[in-house]
């Protein structure tokens, strides 16, 4: 059996670099890594993916958006991520059930208990072993986060098709919200998540994932 672990965190806070470096290093160790994306990771995902990202077209109704992610789950889970475990790989994955809570439940203000139960629907009770939860404050990381799409933009031009920030649109308070929720989702599972300043140098922060991964007792995972 493989090894899934996620990586969680509000708007720019450094997700993607981090999941690169990481991978970087276990493949170096000599582990099989797979890394994924939510919502996306399959034909079906990037397509609900393109509807949920993108700012142009009509508002998306709180609880349309919430089965649109967990069709996507429920996708991946099955075709890519329950496959992949079962061969030994270790899974990375950029966003996952947390992800919904936080910002479907804690910033939209949809029942967290509906929300969490669904989560376990969608997932087939698939939990991540390890979760690195990036925190900064929700203004760092959207100032972050406008700079990589203006910069995304112009490397890709003006025909490129719609761009990935209906998030970052939304108001200042929705996104405190999502980190207000994500911290209160690691005070209840201390054992798996853990909380990473994420307003550091990138190698600072890459240094301490390692040390957090390399931490997890032998006897307990395939790493």
Not at 44 to 59: D, H, Q, V, Y
Not at 161 to 187: C, S
Not at 190 to 213: F, M, Q, S, T, Y
Request: net charge neutral.
């Amino acid at each position: 059996m493989g090894f899934l672990m996620t990586f969680e965190g509000v708007e720019g806070c450094g997700k993607s670099t981090q999941m690169g470096l990481l991978k970087g290093y276990l493949e170096k160790k000599g582990k099989d890594v797979l890394c994924v994306r939510e919502p996306g990771g399959t034909l079906l995902g990037e397509r609900i993916r393109a509807i949920l990202l993108n700012s142009c077209g009509e508002k998306v109704d709180p609880w349309a958006e919430l089965f649109l992610y967990e069709a996507s789950r429920a996708q991946l889970v099955n075709s890519v991520i329950k496959p992949a475990l079962d061969t030994g790989k270790t899974v990375i994955c950029d966003r996952f059930t947390d992800s919904t809570t936080a910002y479907q439940g804690y910033g939209r203000g949809l029942d967290i208990e509906a929300v969490e139960s669904i989560n376990r629907l969608a997932s087939a009770g698939l939990k991540p072993s390890l979760t690195i939860m990036l925190d900064c404050p929700a203004e760092v990381g959207l100032k972050r986060a406008f700079l990589r799409i203006e910069s995304s933009a112009s490397e890709a031009g003006a025909g490129a098709g719609g761009r990935e920030d209906r998030f970052e649109k939304e108001e200042i308070d929705f996104h405190r919200r999502v980190r207000e929720g994500y911290l209160e989702i690691a005070k209840k599972e201390p054992g798996r998540i853990k909380v990473v300043n994420a307003d550091r140098e990138v190698r600072i922060i890459h240094r301490e994932i390692c040390g957090l991964v390399e931490s997890l007792p032998a006897a307990g995972t395939s790493l």
